[in-house]
């Protein structure tokens, strides 16, 4: 079993940059991918990013170039840096793991879920 507990969100103003971290508990995630999802009010939970157990990284077209995922698997931590925040990223964002290393951009592909953390961005 994975715990995964996000942290990083709050308020920023558009042009902004904030960063998440995902930190993952219950046992080493060295050969997990984790991926970051998010929900906006009335909407679907859609694909952000991800990174595979072999360090690839995938990534939304809406976010492509503006944010980063990576990894420190001493600290058990997944980090997305977001930069050039505009307000349509403003949503609910999710930590997920799976536990075969191979998902990637679908919600289904991920054994484990955080709570999730609000990023609000003004215009």
């Known amino acids: 079993q994975v715990q995964l507990v996000e942290s990083g969100g709050g308020l920023v103003q558009a042009g902004g940059s904030l960063r998440l971290s995902c930190a993952a508990s219950?046992?080493?995630?060295?050969?997990?991918?984790l991926g970051w999802f998010r929900q906006a009010p009335g909407k679907e939970r859609e694909f952000v990013a991800a990174i595979s157990w072999t360090a690839r990284t995938y990534y939304a077209d809406s976010v492509k170039g503006r944010f980063t995922i990576s990894r420190d698997l001493a600290k058990g931590t997944v980090y997305l840096q977001m930069t050039s925040l505009k307000s349509e990223d403003t949503a609910v964002y999710y930590c997920a793991a799976d536990r075969f290393g191979t998902a990637t951009r679908g919600l289904a592909e991920y054994d484990y879920w955080g709570q999730g953390t609000q990023v609000a961005v003004s215009s």
């Open positions: 219950g046992r080493s995630f060295s050969t997990y991918a």
